[in-house]
Every structure is written in structure tokens, then in C-alpha cells.
């Protein structure tokens, strides 16, 4: 038998990955949900903060306010992105 490598880039392999742990988290009683800041959603999305605000404004991506900062929880990131690219 020989093995195979599959080659994938890394925002894909990040999201699958991302995808998993937070599948995996959302099954743990009591865990708390990830509160990102813009620059770690927007890097967890693998787009720029011009293209996550636009993302926002387009209602694509969910964004609660503390205060005047913009967060954003990982979870709903996540679903925001295979809703969008199902």
C-alpha cells in the first residue's frame, strides 16, 4: 500500500482545521466562546480588515460591539464562512 500526499494551501487547511477544533469545542459543556478582536477574525478568515469590514457591511459576517471595539466570536466566523462558500 502507498500512502498519497495531498497537497493544501494554507488558509484551506487552517479553515478545516478551525472548523474541527470549533466543532469539537462547541461539544464541551460549559466552554466559553472565543471573542476575536477585527485584526485576529480577520486573519482567522484569511482576508484583509478593508475586506472584513466590508464582509460586516454587507451583513456577510457577524460583528458585536464592546464599547466602540468591534469582536467578533469564532464560532459565528466560522458558520458566517460555509454559509457563504457552502
Do not use: F, K, N, Q
Request: aromatic letters at 2%; zero cysteines.
Amino acid at each position: 500500500m502507498t500512502g498519497r500526499l495531498a497537497v493544501i494551501p494554507e488558509g484551506e487547511l487552517r479553515e478545516l482545521v478551525s472548523s474541527a477544533v470549533a466543532e469539537a469545542m462547541a461539544e464541551v459543556p460549559g466552554a466559553a466562546p472565543e471573542v476575536l478582536d477585527r485584526a485576529r477574525a480577520a486573519e482567522l478568515l484569511g482576508v484583509s480588515l478593508a475586506t472584513l469590514r466590508r464582509l460586516v457591511t454587507a451583513g456577510e459576517v457577524r460583528e458585536h460591539r464592546l464599547g466602540d471595539s468591534p469582536r467578533y466570536l469564532r464560532s459565528e466566523l466560522l458558520e458566517d464562512v460555509r454559509r457563504r462558500d457552502p
